[in-house]
T-cell receptor, first 114, second 113 residues
Framework: GAGVSQSPSNKVTEKGKDVELRCDPISGHTALYWYRQSLGQGLEFLIYFQGNSAPDKSGLPSDRFSAERTGGSVSTLTIQRTQQEDSAVYLC????????????FGPGTRLTVL | GNSVTQMEGPVTLSEEAFLTINCTYTATGYPSLFWYVQYPGEGLQLLLKATKADDKGSNKGFEATYRKETTSFHLEKGSVQVSDSAVYFCALSEGAAGNKLTFGGGTRVLVKP
């Protein structure tokens, strides 16, 4: 079946602009995670959804970052007033539930802030 | 908080050589441990996992044993191939934390023919 998909695959934006990154999880997966992969910080957790609620937002680096999930499926990560340090690959993962099940990762969105 | 430390790369090997990538962790509870692999141009894939002490995870000739006494989860493969060239990430998760993954810094492995 289809895996986790993310769009766009690449996004180049100017400093100060807002961007939206989209994640389509595997059908039936109730847990959804956002991570960020950057040269300086490695792979870091951003936010976790169980259904449409986000019990753990502890990894969001600032209030410019927000995320939502609707219908227990698609999630959107929004970055407002982008800064150069936001440049990274943003990864989405999903799993059946927040037990010990495997997280399946999408291909990522590469964000470049000029 | 939780943390994962793994050996820095790059690690360069010849085909059929033995590979070890060290990984140690710090956690407040009893985490599950994972190795993820990222092949060139591809996304992260789970390579193997272990959910409790003394469990051995294995896949594609790779093995790692959950050692609670040394808080380690070292990855090993007896005979590497060129196709094993990738970046390997050690990670842990704790159920109480919603199973979010805490990753090590990644180790790039290059296998030469």
């Amino acid at each position: 079946g289809a895996g986790v998909s993310q769009s766009p695959s690449n996004k180049v934006t100017e400093k100060g602009k807002d961007v939206e990154l989209r994640c389509d999880p595997i059908s039936g997966h109730t847990a959804l995670y956002w991570y960020r992969q950057s040269l300086g910080q490695g792979l870091e957790f951003l936010i976790y959804f169980q259904g449409n609620s986000a019990p753990d937002k502890s990894g969001l680096p600032s209030d410019r970052f927000s995320a939502e999930r609707t219908g227990g499926s698609v999630s959107t990560l929004t970055i407002q007033r982008t800064q150069q340090e936001d440049s990274a690959v943003y990864l989405c993962a999903s799993s059946f539930r927040d037990g010990s099940n495997e997280q399946f990762f999408g291909p990522g969105t590469r964000l470049t802030v000029l | 908080g939780n943390s994962v430390t793994q050996m820095e790369g790059p690690v360069t090997l010849s085909e059929e050589a033995f590979l070890t990538i060290n990984c140690t962790y710090t956690a407040t509870g009893y985490p599950s441990l994972f190795w993820y692999v990222q092949y060139p141009g591809e996304g992260l894939q789970l390579l193997l996992k272990a959910t409790k002490a003394d469990d051995k995870g294995s896949n594609k000739g790779f093995e790692a044993t959950y050692r609670k006494e040394t808080t380690s989860f070292h990855l090993e493969k007896g005979s590497v191939q060129v196709s094993d060239s990738a970046v390997y990430f050690c990670a842990l998760s704790e159920g109480a934390a919603g199973n979010k993954l805490t990753f090590g810094g990644g180790t790039r492995v290059l296998v030469k023919p």
